[in-house]
């Protein structure tokens, strides 16, 4: 044994090993044998000897390989950034054409929202959704920021969160940043905010403290969470309930530190206190969420850690609005009726809803949809309403005798967009007395598919029975009516000169929405629809607007969304 243990050592030391990652190449391959010693006088060992100390000088040590956050097969370009098809949403392949971004960036900035159409709102988002190239004369990243500030003051807050994604964070600019952390607190998801540490301590040095707090416990480092918690309490720059929420999804991250949440003393419902009350499963106070803006509903509505109950009343601002579809919020309702005990169901809107669907005969189906219409007035819950019974409302057989609840059923219908159903009314509406008729044939005109013409005489009777303040209603469909080409300019003009309808008056929104449609600009239309509908209902929309904004939709390929606009109108005045 004593005689083989040195063979074999030799044997071992003799085979080839691997240089270390952090020792320089030619060090292995030019030492020398054990004990020897350099000119220097530094002692180095051979890579088999393991009983020997090696000392590196730092000299010697390669520099190291600089920092790569993304590889560069995983890079994303930031111009072209968006998550929906333009061609298949009847935008083309280049929905922007030459307009300029800059412009463009000045309009979305300064929209006033919500719009007044529903469907407007809709067709807005998928165009800023698009992944369409970036407009000239516009930084790409700060396009995305606009777009995506867009949607959140839209109330889009899942809608904003894709774009803003979409963009490498090495690449965020200081808009970008901004619209990163309102977008972070938007979904209640504060993890969103740990890559943006470094830019928020730079462009919102206040809240950097209690965010480097809440990431480093999400990162598993309670102490130092605990620390910097401590440390912000003490500086006292932020305090109060704004503190105490941020200490709460410390601990919520097993930070381990307890918060109580007092809310009588606020008064009012910030971003940060909605995203990171929300993402700790917390639903701020009925009259905070009340007296908060529609978009804010529209944010709790999609908040996942809330029960459907919690996030009923905001998911029905949100349908209103044009966040929600109409499926969704049946989905809602669907998760409501399947939460709620049995002998509870009884009265409650989603029975209602589901008798609406399943009722025993025609009669009850009926009473269910009527009730649910009826339970609430205000516009956009009366809108989500019609939104929500959409489909209930098209197993609904056509009939003249019920003239009471045809212009609902219509109304809802097109809420859903189902065009082809509500058209299966005109002829039981022209059976009908005249009011009911009015209503209901009026939405048909405009709404209704393959509608090529629909006579004269008939829109002069609408217009005379018309008891709107101002014809504002006669306005809207003769202008929309024109718009989609089912009237000549002839029948137009005459009507307009007639009864004073307003529709040739000229603006630079106007010249603006014309030059852009002949442009083929299916995305700047919408922009500027967007811009051209900012008023809290149709009743303060000038009859000009809705004559180019539907004629520039309908010339750009958008012919639906031009006929659910128009008809909208009519519905909701």
Known sequence: ????????????????????????TNNVASSPEPGAATEGGTSVVSPGDESAVEEISNLNLPPPPPPTEYPGWARR???????????????????????????????????????????????????????????????????????????????????????ISAVDTDRFTPKMVQVAVQGALATADPPALCPLQDPIGKYDPMIRPLVQAMCSSLAGEPETASAQIDDARRRGRVGGIDLALAQKVVGAAGGGQAATIEWDPVDSLTSWRFGLATATGMAPPDRLMNAASPQLRAFQARAPLLTPQQRLDSAMVATGLG??????????????????????????????????FVGKDAD????????????SKNPLKKEALRAAVARAATMVQPDAKLAKDAPELISAMLAGGYDQ????????????DDEASDRCWAMLALGAPNVTDVGTSRLNAFIKRDKSKDRVRSALLVAGLLGLGRITDDTANSLNRRYDLGLTHQTSWTRMMDGAAQRGQAGTVLVLTGTGFQTPSFMQLPGSHMFHAISSLKRTGQDFTARMIAAEALSRT
């Open 323 to 356: 966040v929600f579809s109409s499926q969704s919020i049946m989905d809602l309702y669907s998760a409501i009726y399947d939460a709620t005990d049995p002998g509870d169901l009884a009265g409650t809107d989603a029975w209602q809803l589901r008798q609406a």
């Open 77 to 163: 370009d930031p111009w072209v950034v968006g998550e929906l098809n333009p061609a298949q949403r009847g935008l083309g392949d280049n929905p922007w054409g030459t307009s300029s971004g800059a412009f463009l960036s000045v309009l979305m900035r300064r929209m006033d929202v919500p719009l007044a159409s529903r469907w407007a709102h809709i067709a807005l988002r998928d165009a800023l959704l698009a992944k369409a190239r970036a407009p000239v004369e516009v930084n790409p990243v700060d396009w995305v920021a606009e777009r995506s500030w867009l949607l959140l003051r839209m109330g889009e807050a899942d809608a904003a969160k894709m774009l």
């Open 364 to 375: 009850a189906r009926l009473a269910g949809i009527r009730k649910m219409l009826d339970a």
């Open 421 to 432: 159903a509500a058209a299966r009314w005109a002829s039981a509406a022209a059976r009908m």
């Open 1 to 24: 044994m004593a005689v083989a243990l040195p063979a074999i050592a030799q044997q071992v030391v003799q085979q080839p090993v691997p240089a270390p990652v952090t020792a320089p």
